[in-house]
């Protein structure tokens, strides 16, 4: 993960070159470099999975069938982007598959645009840590974790993305497929409904669904 959303010169240049290197290894179907990206990437994946579908066992599925898809079509990826960015893209493209198949959260509209109407002017730039931060340093993890899934699903992504993933606003408009304009409305949206489902938790009147997914785990 990285440390910070602003990024050098000389880390933008390594990250170009670590991006050309998986695009070769990919391309030859290298067995190695396969196992290493799994190795690296299968937390993130997994914890984004987790927060779009709410379901363990549906994240775990479409977890397996994210990597089918990479050596299925490794050779598609260039390098001129993050792989990360990448292999989320593909992630979110098999949850929006599925959601039409089955009963869940539909994450159409996400990729429609539909909060657009709702825009509001909003930057990022600030000093100190944002709301998201601040509660997780405050709150127990799992009490994030649960308030997270409590939110609607282009919520939960946009924040998971942002704060977990540590991408800019332009990478999560890749990854969704948004324009840049709704990436900022929903995570300003987000980040306006975190306090106020915290409280309705803490006061009896929210819904754990820990039962249904088990723990999420947070950590970076």
Same mark, same amino acid.
């Given at each position: 993960?990285?440390?910070?959303?602003?990024?050098?010169?000389?880390?933008?240049?390594?990250?170009?070159?670590?991006?050309?290197?998986?695009?070769?290894?990919?391309?030859?179907?290298?067995?190695?470099?396969?196992?290493?990206?799994?190795?690296?990437?299968?937390?993130?994946?997994?914890?984004?999975?987790?927060?779009?579908?709410?379901?363990?066992?549906?994240?775990?599925?479409?977890?397996?069938?994210?990597?089918?898809?990479?050596?299925?079509?490794?050779?598609?990826?260039?390098?001129?982007?993050?792989?990360?960015?990448?292999?989320?893209?593909?992630?979110?493209?098999?949850? &929006?598959?599925?959601? *039409?198949?089955?009963?869940?959260? =539909?994450? $159409?509209?996400?990729?429609?645009? !539909? /909060?657009? +109407?709702?825009?509001?002017?909003?930057?990022?730039?600030?000093?100190?840590?944002?709301?998201?931060?601040?509660f997780?340093?405050?709150?127990?993890?799992s009490?994030?974790a649960?308030?997270?899934l409590?939110?609607?699903?282009?919520?939960?992504e946009?924040?998971t993305?942002?704060?977990?993933?540590?991408?800019?606003?332009?990478?999560?408009?890749?990854?969704?497929?948004?324009p840049?304009?709704?990436?900022?409305?929903?995570?300003?949206?987000?980040?306006?409904?975190?306090?106020?489902? &915290?409280?309705k938790? *803490?006061?009896?009147?929210?819904? =754990?669904? $820990?039962?249904?997914?088990?723990? !999420? /785990?947070? +950590?970076?």
């Amino acid at each position: 993960m990285r440390t910070s959303s602003v990024l050098t010169a000389e880390a933008a240049r390594q990250i170009e070159r670590e991006s050309a290197e998986i695009a070769r290894g990919l391309k030859r179907q290298d067995p190695e470099l396969l196992d290493r990206l799994i190795e690296t990437y299968q937390h993130r994946l997994m914890r984004y999975l987790m927060f779009l579908t709410s379901r363990r066992e549906v994240a775990e599925d479409l977890f397996q069938e994210v990597w089918i898809r990479v050596l299925r079509r490794g050779s598609q990826y260039n390098g001129k982007a993050r792989f990360d960015t990448w292999i989320f893209a593909i992630a979110r493209n098999l949850v &929006i598959d599925l959601s *039409r198949k089955r009963t869940m959260a =539909s994450l $159409d509209e996400m990729r429609e645009g !539909v /909060e657009d +109407r709702d825009a509001y002017p909003f930057e990022m730039m600030q000093e100190g840590p944002s709301p998201f931060e601040q509660f997780e340093c405050r709150e127990n993890a799992s009490e994030v974790a649960t308030v997270l899934l409590t939110l609607e699903p282009a919520y939960r992504e946009v924040l998971t993305l942002r704060f977990h993933e540590e991408m800019s606003l332009d990478e999560i408009a890749v990854v969704t497929g948004a324009p840049l304009s709704t990436v900022k409305s929903r995570l300003y949206r987000s980040l306006a409904a975190l306090k106020p489902e &915290i409280l309705k938790l *803490r006061a009896g009147g929210g819904r =754990s669904r $820990d039962t249904e997914t088990g723990s !999420v /785990e947070v +950590r970076g």
